[in-house]
Nanobody
C-alpha cells in the first residue's frame, strides 16, 4: 500500500487547511486510516483516525477544530483543520492499517505562524 499526502503549508493562527491522503495498492475492505503529527523535538502523536466503517477518534487537543473524513470508494482521506494554533505546527503523516501491517506516508508540513 502506498500513501500520498498533500495539502500542507503556511497558515496564520485562526486559519484553516485541508490535508488529503490517497491510498493505492492492495486495499483491504476493513482498515483504519489516520493522521499523526510530529512537532520539532517531540514524539509523533495521534491526531485522528477513521475506520472503514466511518467511526472516528480524535486527540483531545484537536476535538472541535479538526474533522477527519474518508471516501472508501476512492480510498482517500481528508483532514479539515480549522482555528489552527501555533502548537499545531508539525509534520503530518497519514497512516493505513489493515490489521496485518501498518503503512505510513511521507509527511506534509503544516506551519501555523503570523
Amino acid at each position: 500500500v502506498q500513501l500520498q499526502a498533500s495539502g500542507g503549508g503556511l497558515v496564520q493562527p485562526g486559519g484553516s487547511l485541508r490535508l488529503s491522503c490517497a491510498a493505492s495498492g492492495s486495499i483491504s475492505s476493513i482498515n483504519i486510516m489516520g493522521w499523526y503529527r510530529q512537532a520539532p523535538g517531540k514524539q509523533r502523536d495521534l491526531v485522528a483516525t477513521i475506520t472503514s466503517g466511518g467511526s472516528t477518534n480524535y486527540a483531545d487537543s484537536v476535538k472541535g477544530r479538526f474533522t477527519i473524513s474518508r471516501d472508501t470508494a476512492k480510498n482517500t482521506m481528508d483532514l479539515q483543520m480549522n482555528n489552527l494554533k501555533p502548537e499545531d505546527t508539525a509534520v503530518y503523516y497519514c497512516t493505513y492499517d489493515d490489521f496485518r501491517r501498518n503503512y505510513w506516508g511521507r509527511g506534509t508540513l503544516v506551519t501555523v505562524s503570523s
